[in-house]
């Protein structure tokens, strides 16, 4: 139960940081003259992932940890540090295009137009089986994949034609 607890605070603890991280680079963007795109399903997808991290603490606080499928999460989060990284100060929650700058195709960019997208759809599908909770990964996948389907589009339309490839 313990073990539960601390890996349900992580997680919330680093959902708060990535917050804070992307409130700060998106006021950064917008002041050297980036646009917000997409903003109108922002809300649903901050009340999905809101929904998602509440209903993990009331039903798997108290469940115990499959290890493994920990090892496995601890790796994503490797995987998600790396895409962050890669954008650097332009990595936001938000579609924040800004004119005139290139398109990001290092790191994982390099291999998918989209690896943080990818990343949250194992996140979402993982750590609820983490708990044992499939119905829930189910549940919650196929919200996600909904949400997505309206972001990638969104977020296509924003970056088509907005910035030349980067070198």
């Not at 795109?37 to 509440?54: F, K, T």
């Not at 993982?126 to 549940?139: D, I, N, R």
């Not at 309206?150 to 924003?158: G, L, M, P, W, Y």
């Amino acid at each position: 139960m313990i073990l539960s607890v601390v890996i349900l605070a992580i997680v919330t603890l680093q959902r708060l940081g990535e917050l804070v991280l992307a409130r700060r680079n998106t006021k950064r963007l917008l002041a050297q003259g980036a646009v917000e795109a997409g903003e109108a399903h922002y809300p649903m997808i901050v009340g999905l992932h809101a929904a998602w991290l509440v209903g993990l603490w009331a039903l798997a606080w108290d469940r115990p940890p499959d290890l493994v499928l920990v090892a496995c999460y601890v790796l994503l989060e490797a995987f998600r540090i790396w895409t962050m990284a890669s954008l650097g100060p332009r990595w936001t929650t938000r579609i924040i295009i800004l004119p005139g700058a290139p398109l990001v195709r290092r790191g994982p960019y390099r291999f998918m137009p989209h690896p943080n997208y990818a990343v949250v759809v194992v996140e979402i599908a993982l750590l609820p089986l983490v708990f044992g909770l499939t119905s829930y990964a189910v549940v919650f996948s196929l919200l996600n994949a909904s949400a997505l389907w309206v972001r990638i589009r969104a977020e296509n339309a924003a970056l088509r034609g907005a910035a030349p490839e980067e070198r």
